[in-house]
T-cell receptor, first 113, second 114 residues
Framework: QKEVEQNSGPLSVPEGAIASLNCTYS??????FFWYRQYSGKSPELIMS????GDKEDGRFTAQLNKASQYVSLLIRDSQPSDSATYLC?????????????FGKGTHLIIQP | GAGVSQSPRYKVAKRGQDVALRCDPI?????LFWYQQALGQGPEFLTY????????KSGLPSDRFFAERPEGSVSTLKIQRTQQEDSAVYLC????????????FGPGTRLLVL
């Protein structure tokens, strides 16, 4: 089982709707969670970080964390065509593993005009 | 201010050739990370520096991979005797301090080994 799992998609959402991206992780002790957006041929850019259970909102983006269920999600409200990209979930695993982030494969999001 | 820069942006190497990839982190950032991203995959951690100290190299796939950051700023990732499976995008990221701080990524070096 991969340590960070995401549905690779593509996830197709009409413009103006809410896009919901999900991620599960295997290390129960993990404390730091990140969502990165990556446009094709570009490098990842940070969208949100979240460290505590519950919701964290930043503009059109809301990150949700549930440590008991080992689940983190990203909601994008009022989706725009410019939101079309791959969204990477990244976790700093706690289990004495590597010091870097562990990434999922990413979910390819398509916003249909 | 300036972001993370990497050079070269593209590198084509013949199998067996040695390559060196450079990363200039954001000024003042203590932590520097190297990741490898294969097509259609998320980045995979290679190694981590805090200043000039290489604190974690657990992700380096073989002893052909070597990284250094001698003065605690610029870092070089060297791959000896390149193989076709080394073809990937190599991403460098830096953060102000520590592994849970926000990591800012450079544009990457796309390596193609023929």
């Amino acid at each position: 089982q991969k340590e960070v799992e995401q549905n690779s998609g593509p996830l197709s959402v009409p413009e103006g709707a809410i896009a919901s991206l999900n991620c599960t992780y295997s290390d129960r002790g993990s404390q730091s969670f990140f969502w990165y957006r990556q446009y094709s041929g570009k490098s990842p850019e940070l969208i949100m970080s979240i460290y505590s259970n519950g919701d964290k909102e930043d503009g059109r983006f809301t990150a949700q964390l549930n440590k008991a269920s080992q689940y983190v999600s990203l909601l994008i409200r009022d989706s725009q065509p410019s939101d079309s990209a791959t969204y990477l979930c990244a976790v700093k695993l706690a289990g004495g593993g590597a010091d870097g982030l562990t990434f999922g494969k990413g979910t390819h999001l398509i916003i249909q005009p | 201010g300036a972001g993370v820069s990497q050079s070269p942006r593209y590198k084509v190497a013949k199998r067996g050739q040695d390559v060196a990839l450079r990363c200039d982190p954001i000024s003042g950032h203590v932590s520097l990370f190297w990741y490898q991203q294969a097509l259609g995959q998320g980045p995979e951690f290679l190694t981590y520096f805090q200043n000039e100290a290489q604190l974690d190299k657990s992700g380096l796939p073989s002893d052909r991979f070597f990284a250094e950051r001698p003065e605690g700023s610029v870092s070089t990732l060297k791959i000896q005797r390149t193989q076709q499976e080394d073809s990937a995008v190599y991403l460098c990221a830096s953060s102000r301090a520590g592994v849970i701080e926000t990591q800012y990524f450079g544009p990457g070096t796309r390596l193609l080994v023929l």
